[in-house]
């Protein structure tokens, strides 16, 4: 900052209209914190500029406003000089957000030329050795070769590998000798991890023996088995199981999003499963009851509600002949009939339950 002696001023003319004079302190006594990379701002510029045109009037000449901007910018810059030495991380903030806007400049410029940096497949395969079970699709996410990867038998064997454990009991198509084998290796790894991986097992534990509300899942979906079980359950009396095995409509889940992606034609065995779209909902009950025949229909409705004995729950389930249509309602009256009561447990099992029945895994 100039010392008091030392400030000079500056007269300027503008026409023989008026004469002003402009001192050294006006601007450097200025605050620091306004303009901190020691230029004058443009709206501080613009400021002065309309001062100096009201002071001079209208007939000033726009060379002595510009002769009179200069100046004070140059005596600005000088003032600043020395606060600038002295608060070098004042300086260092400067640098730092001119850096930061010519990096951002030229990502958006990388950006628009290039579409980034291409890994081989290789790197992508040693990094899928550290992921977990439950980031697998967000792996998958990440570019194209990263899905690639999660195609391969490599990426499910090593998966595979990794978690299992001895002492736990496998059926007999998802021990490591079954594993081996390409044919429905992504399914058959997926179903030993809720065997073998904790926080898989947890998950399917906590599920109660009825659900909080009628999944609604299973609407407009075909049945395409039924059978009936009899097993001993945790009492002296014997319990009932009705399995009914649906097939989901293809319209209800699943977009078009996947189809850009092409799977590979070598790996087609390992991603076989053709349960994907199936669900078995089993309902336990007290007794026997007789059911009619429902394979092949549709199911309209599906409810659980609390039996007549106030002990226990009923189970409901319309079946029609055909699909419903979209936008029309469903029909609670006629189709066929199936009324379960008394219910004991209510389960829908997708086809990686352990629990799951399924052929092709056993």
């Given at each position: 900052?100039?010392?008091?002696?030392n400030?000079?001023?500056?007269?300027?003319?503008?026409?023989?209209?008026?004469?002003?004079?402009?001192?050294?302190?006006?601007?450097?006594?200025?605050?620091?914190?306004?303009?901190?990379?020691?230029?004058?701002?443009?709206?501080?510029?613009?400021?002065?500029?309309?001062?100096?045109?009201?002071?001079?009037?209208?007939?000033?000449?726009?060379?002595?406003?510009?002769?009179v901007?200069?100046?004070?910018?140059?005596v600005?810059?000088?003032?600043?000089?020395?606060?600038?030495?002295q608060?070098?991380?004042?300086?260092?903030?400067?640098?730092?957000?001119?850096?930061?806007?010519?990096?951002?400049?030229?990502?958006?410029?990388n950006?628009?030329?290039?579409?980034g940096?291409?890994?081989?497949?290789?790197?992508?395969?040693?990094?899928?050795?550290?992921?977990?079970?439950?980031?697998?699709?967000?792996f998958?996410l990440?570019?194209?070769?990263?899905?690639?990867?999660?195609?391969?038998?490599?990426?499910?064997?090593?998966?595979?590998?990794?978690?299992?454990?001895?002492d736990?009991?496998?059926?007999?198509?998802?021990?490591?000798?079954?594993?081996?084998?390409?044919?429905?290796?992504?399914?058959?790894?997926?179903?030993?991890?809720?065997?073998?991986?904790?926080p898989?097992?947890?998950?399917?534990?906590?599920?109660?023996?009825?659900?909080?509300?009628?999944?609604?899942?299973?609407?407009?979906?075909?049945?395409?088995?039924?059978?009936?079980?009899?097993?001993?359950?945790?009492?002296?009396?014997?319990?009932?199981?009705?399995?009914?095995?649906f097939?989901?409509?293809?319209?209800?889940?699943?977009?078009?999003?996947?189809?850009?992606?092409?799977?590979?034609?070598?790996?087609?065995?390992?991603?076989?499963?053709?349960?994907?779209?199936?669900?078995?909902?089993?309902?336990?009950?007290?007794?026997?009851?007789?059911?009619?025949?429902?394979?092949?229909?549709?199911?309209?409705?599906?409810?659980i509600?609390?039996?007549?004995?106030?002990r226990?729950?009923?189970?409901?389930?319309?079946?029609?002949?055909?699909?419903?249509?979209?936008?029309?309602?469903?029909?609670?009256?006629?189709?066929?009939?199936?009324?379960?009561?008394?219910?004991?447990?209510?389960?829908?099992?997708?086809?990686?339950h352990?629990?799951?029945?399924?052929?092709?895994?056993s």
């Amino acid at each position: 900052m100039p010392k008091k002696g030392n400030r000079k001023r500056l007269k300027f003319k503008a026409g023989d209209v008026c004469s002003e004079s402009v001192t050294v302190a006006d601007y450097a006594d200025a605050d620091p914190a306004v303009v901190k990379s020691g230029r004058v701002k443009k709206a501080v510029v613009n400021a002065i500029e309309k001062e100096v045109k009201l002071l001079c009037g209208l007939e000033a000449s726009q060379g002595a406003v510009e002769e009179v901007l200069s100046s004070a910018v140059s005596v600005k810059a000088d003032a600043l000089g020395s606060s600038d030495e002295q608060d070098p991380e004042e300086d260092g903030e400067n640098e730092t957000k001119v850096s930061r806007k010519k990096k951002n400049k030229r990502r958006k410029e990388n950006s628009e030329s290039s579409d980034g940096v291409d890994y081989p497949v290789d790197i992508w395969l040693v990094l899928s050795s550290y992921i977990r079970p439950e980031d697998v699709c967000r792996f998958a996410l990440i570019c194209r070769n990263a899905w690639t990867v999660t195609c391969t038998a490599a990426f499910w064997t090593r998966l595979y590998r990794r978690h299992y454990r001895i002492d736990v009991e496998l059926p007999l198509r998802l021990q490591p000798v079954s594993v081996e084998k390409m044919r429905f290796l992504r399914a058959c790894v997926i179903r030993s991890l809720f065997h073998l991986y904790e926080p898989f097992t947890l998950r399917v534990s906590k599920i109660p023996p009825l659900p909080e509300s009628t999944p609604t899942t299973l609407l407009n979906s075909k049945c395409l088995l039924f059978w009936v079980k009899k097993v001993s359950g945790t009492r002296s009396e014997t319990l009932w199981e009705f399995n009914f095995k649906f097939l989901k409509q293809q319209g209800n889940g699943r977009n078009g999003c996947a189809k850009s992606l092409r799977m590979p034609r070598q790996y087609e065995d390992v991603h076989m499963n053709p349960d994907s779209d199936c669900y078995v909902l089993q309902v336990t009950t007290l007794n026997f009851i007789f059911t009619p025949v429902v394979m092949g229909m549709t199911l309209s409705l599906f409810t659980i509600n609390v039996s007549t004995d106030m002990r226990h729950h009923r189970v409901r389930l319309v079946f029609q002949d055909s699909p419903l249509q979209r936008g029309k309602k469903r029909a609670d009256q006629g189709g066929t009939q199936v009324v379960l009561d008394p219910v004991h447990s209510v389960k829908l099992m997708d086809w990686w339950h352990p629990q799951y029945p399924s052929l092709i895994y056993s």
